[in-house]
Nanobody, 123 residues
């Protein structure tokens, strides 16, 4: 099993920045890709950014140029640096992990999930 724990969420004004962290533990050798996803009430979960173990990345169009995903393999941790935040970025952000090296953004491809961390952006 893989356990994922997110941190770094909070409240910020529009234009501000936040950095989310996701620490993996357990059978981390089975992880080939990790991603960040977000969800608001009444909407489907959407992929935000993903990264593979070899460093390949993938971003949703809505966050390109504003968000950056990175990883520290020694710490089994993935980060999501978010700049120029907008009110529409408000959501519960969750990290997820899977085997397979393609850093996809489809939630149902990911079997392991963290509990999530809330990001709230006020105008």
């Amino acid at each position: 099993q893989v356990q994922l724990v997110e941190s770094g969420g909070g409240s910020v004004q529009a234009g501000g920045s936040l950095r989310l962290s996701c620490a993996a533990s357990g059978y981390t050798y089975s992880i080939a890709s990790m991603g960040w996803f977000r969800q608001t009430p009444g909407k489907e979960r959407e992929g935000v950014a993903a990264i593979s173990a070899d460093g390949s990345t993938n971003y949703a169009d809505s966050v390109k140029g504003r968000f950056t995903i990175s990883q520290d393999n020694a710490k089994n941790t993935v980060y999501l640096q978010m700049h120029n935040l907008k009110p529409e970025d408000t959501a519960m952000y969750s990290c997820a992990a899977k085997g397979g090296y393609y850093p996809g953004l489809r939630p149902y491809d990911y079997p392991y999930w963290g509990q999530g961390t809330q990001v709230t952006v006020s105008s």
